[in-house]
Each structure stands twice: as structure tokens, then as C-alpha cells.
């Protein structure tokens, strides 16, 4: 393209992904760089300086292929408020064209920009699932369900699949400033940006919901700086749990220094061991972080959150389950629910505190399948028990455990890197790579499933045997 004249390309929305692609290929086919491009929002916009909007020119040169990569992080670029990520992405693209392993380059400025780009965009998807709060109103078709949310970015409509997945035998409404969705239960309807006050202010089952959060609420695991960067204020008004949070963090000062007196009479620790642990706990809180945003494989889709590890980050004990279920999908931890219960009470008849270990999950996202408003617990695959094997790695790494305990198949492969049988591994040691050493037995919730009772009480006695001798062994690794 010759001249100095700018070319206005409108797109028809601050998230228009598929209007941008398409003219960013054009204007690179036919060498148009990326300064004289100005990027613009609606009809009929014209530039102060001369330039109008008008037909793309013809290309001159032949079409050509990108890596997938740099579609799924222009796809999430897109949605970021930064006026720049238009002529961001397309600069990348004009980049692609000569250099196709740009996407490889880490190092390289721009890329990086777009990464942090991408990951913000990310952040505000989880926010957006993790905060947004029903509300129960009545109108001529019965019950309908309102939420207000006020997003960083333009991320509403790239969650709107989220949403239809998650609550589709229900009808609601999200109203957000940018633009509102509305579900009737067959078709999935845009309306323009409201306010807050259009949306209502509480219902009957905030007080179920309170009580479930308070039950599951754990003030001697509580962070306020941590919090706030995780939920910050501005999504308190939207949530009526956050008016327990004073009241449930009040005894946390106690609970936490009785853990701390616990944690000093398991182990002496010098100033140079203080100062490896407040280390180890900012590398683990930046690392559930990073895992917040986890997009490796499909399953952080229609899952609520990443549901992370917890527990002593200096824990020579840890547990790894299959993955979280419903409840933990919802509450953002992992064995909450009714085989967490399960596992607690086994833990506590073999001798074991949870809150001396580690407890983390092999795949970190909830698989499910949607049959009518419940989701049925579906087993992961290969794949997905592999793309999140990084993340079990770095905790791993990070709490060094001299024991880790594998709950059920999908966790032996997890941790041993093989698909193997329980019956086949169970009530031996594995000694790993790192030195640790690894056994296996039952997932709770596999005998939560046992029809017969007495078959069910026997497994159980024996799920009991096994952490009693983990626990001796353990000991002896101690010793």
C-alpha cells in the first residue's frame, strides 16, 4: 500500500474476533503495514487526519497459515480493553507471515505483551464464572434467575457457552453495563448494557447458600492480602456470602497459631528455614495463581474455576484424587464433598490430620455431563490426565512430600506416568524419581458407590488399613 493516507477498518464490536481475523489477513496479503491502520468500533467512522473507511485492497501476495496458537491467544486478546490490541495482534500477524515460529520466541517483547494480554483476559473469564451470583425473581413464566456482574474486559459473550452449559434447564438473565444475555430455555438472546440497579438484591436461597459456605469456609487457611487479590471488593456487593467473611475470619488468629504451634513441634526450623518457607508459600500462592488461568486442555470450559491443592506447603504427605466433583467445582477446593467426607472420616480412624498434608487432585478442572440441571461426574481422559500432569509436577516440586498417596486410577497414572491397575499396585511402595515414594489404593467416592452394604463396609475397612499403614510407613521414612 503506497501513501501516508490511514485506512479506517470498523470492526462491529470490541470483541469482533472473526471481522478482525478476516481483515487482518487481507491487509497483510496485501502488504498493508500495520501503522496505517486504524482500527475502529461501528459504522461510518471517519479519522480527523484524512483517513475514511473503506473496501480492504486487493491482495498481492498468496494466502498463508498461522500455528493454532496464535488464534486461540488472538481470540483472547481480543476481549481486553487495551485500544492497542488490534494493531497488537495484527503487527503479530505480519510477523507470522515471515517468522512462523514467532509463537515459540517467549523472549520476544511482543509476544510477551500479548501473553499478559491473553492471561488478563483469562483472569476475568474465571472472575466472571467464580463471582457471578443468581438472583431468584418471578415474572409471567415463572421463576427466572438475574445476575449483575461488572467485567475488566469484553468477556461476556465468550463466556455466554459457559452459562448455557452450566445453568441451560433454567431461565436467567446477566446484565452487565456492556450488554445483557437472556436464556428462556431454547434460545440465547443479546440486550443492551444496564445498570446495577436493574438487577435485584437478594432471595430465599442466599441463606442456603450462606450456611453451605460457612460449613465449607476455612478461616486457618485465610490470607486477607491473598483474598483480596483473588476476590477483590469490588465483586462483594454481587455475592451474599462475602457478608459472612468478618464474622468467619474472626477466629482465625487462633486456629492459625494453634497450626503454627503444630507445625513447630513437627519440625525446628532455623532463620534460614523461615526464610526457605515464606519462599516456598510465594511460590505456591503464585503458582495456584498461574493455575487460576490453566487453559491446556478443553475441560476449563464449562468448569466453574481450577479447583488447587491445599494444605501444609512443607507437608511430607500428599494426597492425589482424581479430580474435583460438583461441590468442589463450586467451592473452589478439593474434598468438600460427599467423598471428602469419606475421606476425612477414613483419614481421622487411621490417625492422619488433613491439615498436616497436602491434598491436591489429578486433573483440575470438574468433567462432567449435563443430564437435565444435574452434572454427572465423567471420568478423564488420557490426555487431559497428562496436559495437567505440569501442574502436579510444580506442586510436587514445591512441597517435596516424602509420601505421596495415590486415591484411585486416575491418580496412579498421574503420579507413576503409566496407566496401571489398583489391583496390581496397591499396598506396595513405588519408589520415584525425585526419591519420594508413591502408593496406591481406593478413591473415596468408589465406595460411595458400592451397592451392597456389606461389601461397602469391608472396602472401607480396608481403605482404612491402607492410610493406617501409610501412615506407619511414613514413619519410618521420618526415622
Request: net charge neutral; with cysteine; proline share 6%.
Amino acid at each position: 500500500m503506497t501513501g501516508t493516507t490511514s485506512l479506517i477498518v470498523p470492526l462491529d464490536a470490541e470483541d469482533d474476533f472473526d471481522g478482525w481475523r478476516d481483515a487482518a489477513r487481507a491487509l497483510v496479503r496485501a502488504d498493508v503495514s500495520p501503522d496505517r491502520v486504524i482500527w475502529q468500533v461501528g459504522e461510518g467512522v471517519t479519522d480527523l487526519f484524512g483517513g475514511a473507511a473503506g473496501p480492504l485492497p486487493a491482495a498481492t501476495a498468496p494466502a498463508f497459515s498461522v500455528p493454532r496458537a496464535f488464534l486461540d491467544l488472538a481470540r483472547s486478546v481480543i476481549g481486553h480493553r487495551d485500544p492497542e490490541r488490534f494493531a497488537l495482534l495484527h503487527t503479530a500477524l505480519a510477523r507470522l507471515r515471515e517468522a512462523p515460529g514467532l509463537m515459540q520466541d517467549q523472549a520476544d517483547p511482543l509476544i510477551r505483551r500479548l501473553e499478559q494480554l491473553a492471561k488478563e483476559v483469562r483472569r476475568d473469564i474465571h472472575k466472571m464464572r467464580a463471582f457471578l451470583r443468581f438472583r431468584e425473581v418471578a415474572d409471567g413464566g415463572g421463576a427466572r434467575f438475574v445476575a449483575w456482574f461488572e467485567p475488566d474486559h469484553h468477556i461476556v459473550r465468550a463466556n455466554a457457552d459457559f452459562f448455557l452449559n452450566r445453568f441451560a434447564a433454567m431461565r436467567w438473565t446477566i446484565l452487565t453495563p456492556e450488554l445483557s444475555l437472556d436464556w428462556d430455555g431454547e434460545t440465547l438472546r443479546e440486550g443492551p448494557g444496564a445498570a446495577r440497579a436493574d438487577a435485584p438484591d437478594g432471595d430465599p436461597l442466599e441463606e442456603t447458600w450462606k450456611t453451605y459456605y460457612a460449613s465449607i469456609f476455612n478461616p486457618a487457611r485465610v490470607k486477607v492480602g491473598a483474598m483480596l487479590k483473588e476476590m477483590p471488593r469490588k465483586y462483594w456487593k454481587n455475592m451474599p456470602e462475602t457478608a459472612l467473611v468478618p464474622a468467619l475470619i474472626a477466629g482465625a488468629q487462633a486456629r492459625e497459631a494453634g497450626m503454627v504451634a503444630a507445625s513447630h513441634t513437627a519440625m525446628t526450623k532455623g532463620e534460614a528455614g523461615t526464610r526457605r518457607g515464606a519462599s516456598r508459600e510465594t511460590s505456591w500462592e503464585a503458582l495456584r495463581e498461574e493455575a487460576a488461568g490453566c487453559t491446556r486442555c478443553p475441560l476449563f470450559k464449562p468448569a466453574t474455576q481450577t479447583v488447587f491443592g491445599e494444605g501444609r506447603i512443607d507437608a511430607p504427605l500428599m494426597f492425589v484424587g482424581e479430580q474435583p466433583g460438583d461441590q468442589e467445582d463450586l467451592a473452589g477446593r478439593p474434598f468438600v464433598g460427599p467423598a471428602g467426607q469419606m475421606f476425612d472420616k477414613a483419614l481421622a480412624e487411621a490417625g492422619l490430620d488433613r491439615a498436616a498434608a497436602y491434598v491436591t487432585n489429578a486433573v483440575k478442572h470438574f468433567k462432567y455431563e449435563q443430564r437435565g440441571k444435574r452434572r454427572i461426574h465423567a471420568k478423564p481422559n488420557g490426555p487431559e490426565i497428562d496436559a495437567c500432569r505440569w501442574w502436579i509436577d510444580q506442586e510436587r516440586t514445591l512441597i517435596q512430600p516424602r509420601l505421596i498417596v495415590a486415591l484411585g486410577a486416575t491418580a496412579a497414572r498421574s503420579v507413576l506416568g503409566k496407566a496401571v491397575t489398583i489391583a496390581a499396585t496397591r499396598g506396595t511402595p513405588h519408589p520415584l524419581a525425585d526419591g519420594s515414594e508413591a502408593w496406591v489404593t481406593v478413591h473415596p467416592s468408589y465406595l460411595l458407590r458400592l451397592p451392597d452394604a456389606q461389601a461397602a463396609e469391608a472396602e472401607y475397612a480396608r481403605f482404612v488399613e491402607d492410610l493406617a499403614r501409610m501412615k506407619a510407613r511414613l514413619g519410618e521414612l521420618a526415622g
